[in-house]
Each structure stands twice: as C-alpha cells, then as structure tokens.
C-alpha cells in the first residue's frame, strides 16, 4: 500500500461507481414513460435523428449544442497549468482561477438564462 | 530525430491551409482550412518549445486553442446564419458587394 | 530518450506573479461593464434591456477615460512583463476610450427607424421571412450588441498595451470576434449586412493566422514572446536571421490587415459598406487606432535596433496604401464606400509617421490617430442621417443639393470633408503637417512628396462633394435628411467640435502627444 498509482486506482473506482450509481440512480428517480422513440433503431436504421422532412441537413440545435460545448469544454485547458502550481500560486493563484471561472459563468448564466440549453 | 522535422512538417501544414483557404469554395471548409493554420502554428510553437528548452511554447499552444474555439463558434455562427438565408455555403454566392 | 530529458523541471519556487490591477484599471472597467452587459442580457426583461445596456456601457466607458486620466504619466509594465501603461499606451486607450463613448451613442440612436436604430431587431430571424415581417415596425432590437461592442473596445484598449507577442494576439482576437458579429447586424439590407460579417471573419480569422505564425517564428528565434525580450535578441549577432525576418512579415501582415494597409485592404470597402453604420463607425475609428498604437509598439520597442530592415518595406506599402485608397475612392459612387477608401489611403499617411521611426513621428502619428478618429466618426454619423425610403441613402448622385435642403447637417459635413482633406485650420491639416514633418527629419523626402501628391489626389474626391452638396440642384425624389436624436446630435457634436478645435488650437493636445511619445522599454 502507499504506492504513487494508488491514486489512479482510486480515481478508477470513483470513476466506476459513479457511473454505475447515477445509471442506477436514475432508473430508481426518472420518469419512465414509453413512446415510440424509445423503441426505434439507435444511431444507425431509419430515422435515428430527428430531421425534418425532405432536407440531408442536421437540425441547427446539435450545431448549437456542439458550439455551446466546445467554448465550455475548452476553457478546462487552463486548469491543468494551474492544478500543477497552484500550491506555488498560493492565494494570488486562487483569486485569478476565481475571477476566470466567474467570467466563464457569467457567460453560462447568459446561455442558461436565455434557453441555449433547452433541447426543445 | 531532429525536432527541425516538426518545424518543416507544420510550415507545410500552414502552407496547405493557406492555399486551401485560396483555393476551397464552401465557407465551412475555408474556415477548417483556417484552423488547419491554427494548429500548425500549434506544432511550431512545440517545437520550438523543445528545442528552446522553455516552456513558454506549450502554454501559447494552450491560448491558441481557447481562441480557435472561440473562432469555431463565432465563424459557425455567422456561417449558419448566412445558410439560412441563401440555402447555400459557397464564398462564391457571397457576392453582393463589390464595386 | 525520455520526454522530460530536454524540457526544463519546474523552477522550484518561483515568486508568485503581481498584477497591478490600479494601472489595468481602463482595462477593468470596460470589461466589467461588458461582463455586468452580459448579465444584463441574462437576467433583465426585455422592455428594461437597451437603457440599462446603454447606462451600463456608457458608465464603463466614462470610468475607463477616468481612470486613464488619473493614471496619465505612468510608466509601468504589469502582469509579469505582458502589459506596459505607459504614454503611448494611455494616449490610444483615451482615444479609444472616447471614440466608443461617441459610437455607443450612434449605436443607442433609435429615433431614426421606426421604433429601433440601426441594428436588426433578431438576428437569428432570417431576411424575407414570416419571422421578420412579424418584428417589422416593432421596438424590439438585438441588445446584445452593447455587450458585444464593450468587449470589442476591452480588447481596443488591450491591444496596445501588449508588451508581449501572445497577451497583442489575445487582444487581437477579443476585439475582432464581437465585431465579426456586429457587422450581420443590420436592420436594412440584411443580406448584405451578413455577407459584410462572413468576409471579414473569413479573412480576419485568416490573417490573424498569420500573425500567429509569425509569433512562432518570433518565439524560436528569441526564445521568448515580449516585446524587449525579442529586442535584446536582435541586438545580439544571431545566426537565425531567417526566422527574424520571415516572423516579422509575417505578424506585420496581421497587423496592416487590421489597419486596413494595401496590399491587405480589399476587405474594407465591402466590410464598410455592409456593416451598420454605427458599427463601421466603431471599426473604422477605434479599430484602426488601436491596431497602429500595436503596430507602433511592436516596431519601435521590439524592432527598435533593426529599423534599417523594415523602413524599406513600409515605405512601400504606405505609398501603395496611399496612392490606391485615393484613386480608386475618386472612383466609387457610393459616400460609404468613398470613405472606408477614404481610411485605407489615411491608414497611408500615418505609416509616414510611423516609418519615421523617431519620438517625432510616433507624437505625430498618435495625434494623426486622435484627430482622424473623430472626423471619420463624425463622418459615418452623419451617414446615419441622410435617409430615403429604403434606409441611408449613400448613392453619391441623391447627396446632389443636399447643402440646400439641410444647410446644417451639410455645412457639418464639408467641415469633415475638409479635414479629412487635410485644409488649414482643421485637425487633418495639423495631423498631416505633424506626421509629414517627421518624416522629412528622419530622411523621408523622398515619401513626403508622394503623401504630398496623394494628399491633393484625396482632396479632389472630397471637394468633389462638397460641391455636389452645394451647387447642385436637388433631386425630386432626393433623400430627407432626418433630425438627428439626441444621441446623434452629441456623437456628431463631439466629432465636429474635436475636428475644429484640433484645427484652431491645436497645441495643447500637439504637446500632449509630445510627451506621451516614449514607450516603456
């Protein structure tokens, strides 16, 4: 005990149980309700993705989607710099991360406020 | 291998994303011909990273990507809306104005 | 070979970096006022959103000329070497400072269109649809452009404070991308008004690839992306000339693509002319002072000592620059696009000041800056103002007898014209007498006969105007010239006020620029 892969293995855990947990926790705490949709073919077959009729274009919302995931996802990247140095950093490092995620959320309260997030 | 390898595989990669914005008619692909500088630029910086012995390099790659992000977004954004209205994504159709 | 054989490890401790957040101040508020913009949008309804935008902005704008006013005579780089406040810098960051506060107010107009101003009342609805129609004559209007527009300036104010190759590119990325956006968002002639936002993202977001590759270059040539760290590397004899000289053309691509310098100008004319008015009003001006404040910085602190190199180079490009925005503006019929060739060939006469590459020069090409701003923002406004059925009427032939119908808003007009000609007693007479004279001093003979020849040229096109608005008969069915609101009128007060008095009594702000003319090295 005590090696330095002990953490990852711990991670891994975490990582399984919470995937299995939540997977499980929402069959205990979702809505089931059955439609047609749920029965047909996924990703691959007829129809698997909402298109409207006589067009080959995907729907603007998964454009939207994506967009809305991309500049989110993309400013973790800073994050890893810092989780290295930020002991270093010390206080001056916390308050920097605060303002950069407070500008972030900012911006998502903007996209939540506004429906960017609703699906239909 | 000598990390000058790298230096001449991503001017050749910054090279091929100038000429295909030059040369491509459809905005998307004009615009991922932009992003193909982009990450060229992002080898370069690297490289240089590595044979300069700083770190400098691999930090500018990581502010590099943020603002191509942003661009994606943006650039999609202005592109989708000029689809729907021409129904078309052609830089040649964009040609309203000109004198 | 392990990865971490050639990479340095982590300086054990290293001082923790400082930001003296007191000389980013004008910075700090614009870009709060952005973010407070943006919650604004989130979380206000809807009828409350284009006061409160427009009261946000507008304090963010006044508290940033504030704080550049309580930190004039600074001399400080902050945030670990990426930002210098210093004269230069503060002297652009007033400029633009106060150059937003006149395009927010162009930008706020809403009495000129029934119900909204110039910007489209949902963006997301597209041209000739049911959608549209539905909004047609309604109040609503896209007030995220208040926010937009307060990043864009943010980014104005940073872009020539950038001591450092990436910090200048960041900021050229945040005051590019909202005005990508703003370009589509004409309420008229919505088609092309999005076409107008495609081009210039398209090739903005192409040149600033190149300044990035360029920054590359820079970065394996010195090992280092500030400003004085790439100087002290040319002054040391180095073997990589190659990467020096092929980095620095490249980054200079970027930088003429945003002060619109030939061979990189074709945008211009089309982005103008498509963009809103009050918008091309903040592009022209704003954009184009904060890019040469960026390019003065990045040639006089980091290309200082290999000046021989490149006057060369820009000697050409400001004669191209010069020579093509005033012949090929003698040819355009329509006023909107007159004047975006109008700042191309401006865009020529200040790289004189620049190529001077001395303290002269760069006093003279910031007060080139300040004075051209307001003219050309006057300018734009006054576009605004000139309507027919259809919107701005910018056919050059419906502006004949305009000076009949509306003495006024005409008389304005040609004091602009005039200036922007460069004639005795108005700011451009005095700009271009500062930045000619520099660069005759600094052995430029040679350039200031053909910026002397290009002037007259320039002359011709703007006088040609004036006399159409003057001594023209007035067509039937010409355009009405619309009152200006009260927004307008102080925006067009401003630019008009600053264009005579700069001509008049110049010496004050002459000396102004005198003394901001160091940069921090």
């Known amino acids: ?120 | ?99 | 070979m392990s990865t971490a054989q050639s990479l340095p490890a982590l300086a054990a401790d290293f001082p923790a970096p400082q930001i003296a957040y007191s000389a980013l101040s004008p910075m700090v508020a614009v870009f709060g006022a952005a973010l407070i913009g943006v919650l604004v949008e989130a979380f206000a309804p809807r009828r409350a959103r284009a006061g409160l935008q427009l009261a946000v902005a507008l304090l963010g704008l006044l508290g940033g000329l504030l704080a550049v006013g309580l930190l004039a005579g600074t001399r400080e780089v902050t945030a670990v070497g990426a930002v210098a406040v210093d004269g230069p810098a503060l002297f652009v960051q007033g400029t633009v400072l106060a150059l937003g506060v006149a395009a927010m107010l162009l930008l706020a107009e809403r009495s000129l269109e029934s119900g909204g101003g110039a910007i489209v009342a949902q963006a997301a609805t597209v041209p000739g649809s049911a959608d549209e129609r539905a909004l047609v004559g309604t109040d609503h209007l896209q007030t995220e452009v208040f926010p937009l527009a307060m990043l864009a300036i943010g980014g104005m104010l940073l872009f020539p404070a950038s001591n450092d190759l990436l910090l200048m590119f960041v900021a050229l990325e945040v005051l590019s991308l909202p005005l990508y956006l703003m370009c589509g968002l004409a309420r008229r002639r919505r088609l092309l008004s999005q076409e107008a936002a495609v081009k210039y993202f398209l090739l903005g977001a192409f040149s600033s690839a190149f300044f990035l590759y360029g920054l590359a270059l820079l970065y394996g040539y010195a090992g280092t992306v500030s400003l004085p760290g790439i100087a002290a590397a040319t002054q040391v004899t180095a073997s990589n000339d190659g990467l020096l000289y092929t980095g620095l053309g490249l980054l200079t691509v970027g930088l003429l693509f945003k002060i619109s310098a030939v061979p990189f100008h074709s945008w211009t004319p089309d982005v103008y002319q498509g963009a809103p008015t009050p918008v091309t009003a903040l592009m022209a001006t704003g954009t184009k002072v904060a890019a040469f404040g960026a390019l003065l910085r990045v040639y006089y602190v980091a290309f200082g000592a290999i000046r021989w190199d490149w006057r060369p180079l820009l000697w050409v490009i400001a004669i191209a620059t010069m020579a093509v925005g005033a012949l090929l503006a003698i040819t355009q019929r329509d006023v909107k696009r007159m004047l975006a060739y109008s700042s191309v060939a401006h865009a020529g006469f200040i790289l004189t000041g620049v190529v001077a590459a001395t303290r002269a020069g760069l006093a003279g090409s910031l007060f080139y800056l300040l004075a051209y701003g307001f003219t050309t923002l006057a300018a734009f406004g006054i576009l605004t103002l000139v309507r027919d059925a259809d919107g701005e009427a910018t056919d050059l032939s419906s502006w004949a007898g305009l000076g009949r119908r509306s003495p006024m808003v005409a008389g304005a007009f040609a004091i602009l014209l005039l200036a922007l000609a460069g004639i005795p007693l108005t700011s451009g007479f005095t700009g271009k007498f500062a930045v000619f004279s520099a660069a005759a001093d600094a052995g430029a003979a040679g350039l200031v006969v053909v910026a002397v020849v290009c002037s007259a040229i320039a002359a011709f096109f703007y006088v040609r105007v004036i006399v159409l608005m003057f001594f023209n008969e007035p067509a039937a069915d010409g355009p009405t010239v619309a009152i200006p609101g009260a927004f307008t009128s102080a925006a067009l007060a401003l630019g008009v006020a600053v264009t005579v008095v700069l001509g008049v009594f110049p010496s004050p702000l002459l000396k102004l620029a005198d003394q901001a003319a160091l940069f921090i090295r």
Request: with cysteine; proline share 3%.
């Open chain 1, 1 to 120: 005990m005590g090696h330095v892969y002990m953490p990852i293995l711990v991670l891994f855990v975490l990582a399984a149980a919470f995937a299995v947990g939540s997977v499980t926790a929402a069959g205990f705490t979702g809505p089931k309700r059955y439609n047609r949709a749920k029965v047909d073919a996924y990703e691959c077959g007829i129809e698997a993705t909402p298109q409207p009729v006589g067009t080959a274009h995907f729907p603007v919302k998964y454009y939207l989607t994506a967009m809305l995931f991309i500049v989110f996802d993309i400013e973790i990247i800073f994050l890893y710099p810092w989780a290295v140095t930020f002991s270093k950093l010390g206080f001056f490092g916390l308050v920097e991360m605060v303002l950069f995620i407070g500008t972030v959320f900012v911006a998502y309260a903007y996209v939540w406020r506004r429906g960017g997030l609703q699906w239909d």
């Open chain 2, 1 to 99: 291998m000598s990390p000058a390898y790298y230096l001449y595989l991503s001017a050749i990669l910054f090279t091929v994303g100038a000429a295909g914005f030059l040369l491509r008619r459809n905005a998307v692909v004009v615009f991922m011909c932009v992003e193909l500088m982009l990450n060229a630029v992002n080898l370069t910086l690297v490289t240089f990273a590595r044979i300069n012995g700083t770190l400098d390099g691999q930090i500018i790659a990581f502010f590099v990507m943020v603002v191509a992000a942003a661009e994606v977004v943006v650039g999609l954004a202005i592109i989708v809306t000029i689809f729907r209205t021409r129904q078309s994504a052609s830089v040649d159709d964009v040609n309203l104005l000109k004198y």
